[in-house]
């Protein structure tokens, strides 16, 4: 029994940390609409191994288990408290950023626009680049005069709530409206180059 108590607590508290630092490929894999549930099993999960350690603790004076939980949970606290999210974008841009000024390229030269039937501002990327544009691969493209601002999204949520890298060809922050998003954070990474995050 003490060791069912103490597997529990080690895989409880590694599905909780995977889905932690993993959870922008998740919301990929799962979509918006099933990530919910996904959070509820793993945090039941988690909680049902945390209710069980302190079980093992008082009943069978079993420590590790209890341990293991606690630490855990030490760890998701300084998760919050560390800027996670942000160092993953960072690190998105960079490593990704030559192979999306590629693709800005391929559109001023006219070789990429928009090709998705349904709307004329959107634009599937071929299976190479379809890493560069989270929620199925796509960008969106706004003509500006002669030029383009593009949007690589980060995170696609439902409807108008969206994250992603904008190309501003002029290098001017873009305007609330601008991809149909009301954005409630306009930040500058790069020249041309901006994060937007919409609600």
């Known amino acids: 029994m003490k060791k069912v108590i103490l597997w529990l607590s080690i895989i409880s508290s590694l599905f909780i940390m995977f889905l932690q630092f993993f959870q922008w490929e998740l919301i990929e894999i799962f979509t918006p609409f099933l990530m919910p549930f996904v959070w509820l099993i793993v945090y039941g999960f988690f909680l049902v191994g945390f209710i069980v350690a302190i079980i093992g603790l008082f009943k069978k004076k079993d420590w590790k288990p209890f341990g293991i939980q606690i630490i855990t ?51 599937h990327l071929p299976d190479k680049y379809d890493h560069l544009s989270k929620g199925g691969g796509d ?24 994250s992603g890298f904008v190309y501003s060809p002029n290098d001017k922050k873009p305007q609330s409206g601008s991809f149909g998003g009301d954005f409630k954070q306009i930040v500058k990474i790069d020249e041309n180059w901006y994060f937007v995050a919409a609600s």
Not at 139 to 160: A, C, M, N, P, W
């Open 139 to 162: 960008i969106v493209i706004e003509k500006q005069g002669e030029h383009y601002s593009v949007l690589f999204f980060t995170f696609r949520g439902v409807l108008d709530s969206f």
């Open 73 to 123: 949970i030490l760890l998701l606290l300084l998760l919050f408290l560390i800027p996670f999210n942000q160092i993953v974008l960072d690190i998105d841009f960079k490593v990704n950023k030559s192979e999306r000024d590629e693709i800005i390229l391929k559109i001023h030269d006219g070789t990429f626009s928009p090709n998705v039937s349904h709307n004329s501002s959107l634009m």
